[in-house]
């Protein structure tokens, strides 16, 4: 079982999965960026955290695993 595949997929669709016991990754979305001075242009993107004290279980992860 490969939970790291699991947690990837729900970040994908998702902004929170919470793993419980030990706390809750965060996505959010980060927008395109142009630096005209270095002519470079930034695709946009997924931001990615991790919280410790978000400990209650959403069942999310769980209902994933479990289908």
Do not use: W
């Amino acid at each position: 079982m490969q939970i790291a595949t699991y947690i990837s997929d729900l970040l994908y669709r998702h902004e929170c999965v919470v793993l419980p016991g030990y706390g809750a990754f965060i996505s959010r979305r980060v927008p395109a960026q142009h630096f005209a001075s270095s002519h470079t242009i930034y695709p946009p993107k997924k931001g990615l955290s991790f919280n410790a004290q978000i400990q209650q279980n959403d069942g999310l992860l769980v209902n994933y695993v479990a289908t």
